[in-house]
């Protein structure tokens, strides 16, 4: 809600702006099932005029990516309700290809079937929301990630955003091959990079199914703990995508299992502090400024 997102963004440092990530929050309980989750983008329209109203100072919500179903038929009927929802916020929308053949493991398991980004019908989908100046953002897990490549590569007319690195797990039977899940993920995220189309969000790396196991400690991770564990995720993504296609993200209140925000900014920061200034405001906010429309 509004306060919680006000208490996290005015935790010490200057958020000026926040987009709002589909998390299937609010969907319509009945009528046509294809539209419900437009009942998650009136309710976070309401909070974000509010948060423009309200703000003396305080970030406000500047736009939303929604969800729905890009393999439907009447995808563009679900778009154009979306759009009337949002309050002009309407941004992109994130179909989430996230499937991993054991979810037990997982904390926050993906919804999405085996072979989503290869299914024409969702193909189709994506090239649509090129064409209206949409956005297609997206979470899947490291092993999806060549997958993914595919996606942007056959869909080069639409601008896609990666979510949380591509998601490296942690845990279950990836719990012990960590350097070995980093070894192919640096080859894959050359790979998508090399797709001028995907702009890459850098964050999400401190979910339960990540691995580190800060969501289990009495305290939260200190930034210099996120520094360690994660330098080399950033600095690679920063290389391969260079600086003009990343933006920080904080994946709140998701990473807040296991690092308070104004840690986790902390930890950007540092991560950021060998940039040029010009490079750091692109990444902190002139690129999602562009990217989103904003």
């Known amino acids: 809600m509004l306060e919680d997102l006000w208490a996290d963004t005015g935790s010490g440092h200057k958020v000026e702006q926040t987009m ?11 009528g046509p099932e294809a539209l419900r989750p437009v009942g998650e983008t009136e309710f976070v329209a309401a909070v974000a005029v509010a948060s423009r109203r309200e703000a003396a100072g305080r970030a406000v ?29 309407l941004r992109g929308i994130r179909h989430s290809g996230a499937h991993d053949p054991e979810p037990l493991a997982l904390t926050i398991p993906g919804r999405a079937p085996a072979g989503l980004y290869a299914q024409e019908d969702f193909r189709r989908g994506v090239r649509l929301l090129g064409r209206l100046g949409l956005t297609y953002d997206t979470w899947h897990y490291h092993h999806q ?16 955003v990666l979510d949380h690195f591509g998601t490296p797990l942690g845990v279950g039977r990836f719990a012990a091959q960590r350097a070995e899940i980093f070894a192919q993920w640096k080859l894959d995220i050359a790979e998508i990079a090399a797709c001028p189309n995907v702009m890459a969000k850098l964050g999400g790396l401190a979910m339960p199914d990540n691995g580190w196991g800060w969501d289990k400690r009495d305290r939260p991770a200190s930034s210099d703990e996120l520094v360690a564990a994660q330098r080399d995720y950033y600095l690679h993504a920063i290389d391969c995508f260079g600086p003009e296609r990343c933006m920080f993200e904080s994946n709140f209140p998701v990473d ?34 562009r990217i989103y429309r904003l």
């Open 61 to 89: 919500i500047a736009g939303i990516v929604a969800h729905a179903d890009l393999r439907l038929e009447n995808v563009a009927e679900v778009l154009e309700a979306h759009r009337d929802a949002a309050a002009g916020l």
């Open 145 to 160: 990630n060549r997958d993914y490549a595919a996606l942007a590569r056959a869909v080069p007319e639409t601008t896609f």
């Open 256 to 289: 807040k299992r296991s690092i308070s925000y104004r840690v986790l900014w902390n930890a950007l920061k540092k991560l950021a502090s060998g940039f040029t200034e010009a490079d750091k405001h692109a990444m902190f906010y002139a690129n999602a400024q």
């Open 20 to 30: 709002f990530v589909e998390c299937r929050t609010s969907w319509r309980s009945d």
